[in-house]
């Protein structure tokens, strides 16, 4: 039986009422009832905003997806090494790192994104911003690429709590960045499900980040992954499928979705993680 029609036979047998844990009814779950049991970090729908709820910390990450005309990629590349010579020698006075970039090499070709970790929440993004549109070198940079782009989209994230960290890897890897776009409401159900499904993946430390956007498109949420290679990735997923439990995770969020698309990254040359 392959994977989809595992997850439909599931999706199917468990009662709607049941399959979709709504933030209107988890409340009404008793804590030694079964569904209970499902949910490793159960939120409880209250007053506070999904943020505090979902992310422990008060950092916020920046997403830069850039895509680029495609006989000017070196050129892209070159400028945006030197701008982030240029944050990084001013880290302490900007508050900003960066904590990937890469460049797409399936999924959305000539497109390269950029993460960037600010440390202190939006206060210390307005700062950065004030300092980068004031500095001359910056902004020179900044005119010179956009030559060198067709368009860009900027993204304020925060990390969902039970995801690693996105600490640097050790060359040489892979990157698969798996996009989800959300129905409305729907972010405490994510977040219950895959605090469970990820216990199901931590042994193979494929797991680098995960977050859900605060500015930008909303109800979006992005997974990265690692891999070796290509085939590293396959054999991963399959073995994946294998452990108890992780199509039942699958069969619970599905519903919760709107729309997917997953892009395969190689890290830049100045990319902090490789």
């Given at each position: 039986m392959n994977s989809l029609t595992r997850i439909l036979n599931i999706s199917s047998s468990i009662p709607k009422s049941t399959r979709l844990i709504t933030t209107t009814s988890t409340h009404q779950i008793s804590d030694d009832g079964w569904l209970s049991k499902l949910l490793v970090r159960r939120i409880e729908p209250t007053k506070e905003s999904h943020s505090r709820m979902l992310s422990d910390k008060e950092i916020v990450y920046a997403l830069h997806t850039h895509n680029?005309?495609?006989?000017?990629v070196d050129k892209y590349l070159k400028n945006y090494k030197t701008s982030v010579e240029?944050?990084?020698?001013?880290k302490a006075e900007l508050g900003c790192e960066l904590v990937g970039s890469w460049t797409v090499s399936v999924g959305d070709m000539d497109q390269a994104l950029h993460l960037?970790?600010?440390?202190?929440?939006?206060?210390?993004?307005?700062?950065?911003?004030?300092?980068f549109k004031e500095n001359p070198e910056y902004r020179t940079l900044e005119k010179e690429r956009g030559n060198f782009v067709r368009s860009r989209h900027l993204q304020y994230l925060l990390a969902f709590s039970f995801w690693p960290n996105g600490e640097p890897r050790e060359p040489h890897n892979i990157y698969e960045i798996r996009s989800y776009s959300l129905k409305p409401g729907t972010m405490i159900e994510w977040g219950n499900n895959w605090a469970r499904g990820l216990t199901y993946r931590r042994s193979q430390n494929e797991a680098f980040a995960g977050y859900f956007s605060q500015i930008g498109r909303l109800y979006n949420v992005h997974h990265i992954w690692c891999y070796k290679n290509l085939q590293a990735r396959r054999?991963?997923?399959?073995?994946?499928w294998r452990n108890p439990g992780?199509?039942?995770?699958v069969a619970y969020t599905v519903p919760l979705i709107r729309e997917m698309h997953c892009r395969i990254l190689e890290p830049t040359e100045f990319s902090p993680t490789q």
């Open positions: 680029i005309r495609p006989d000017s240029f944050v990084t020698s001013r960037w970790r600010y440390v202190g929440g939006f206060e210390k993004i307005d700062k950065a911003k004030i300092l054999e991963t997923r399959e073995s994946t992780w199509d039942e995770c």
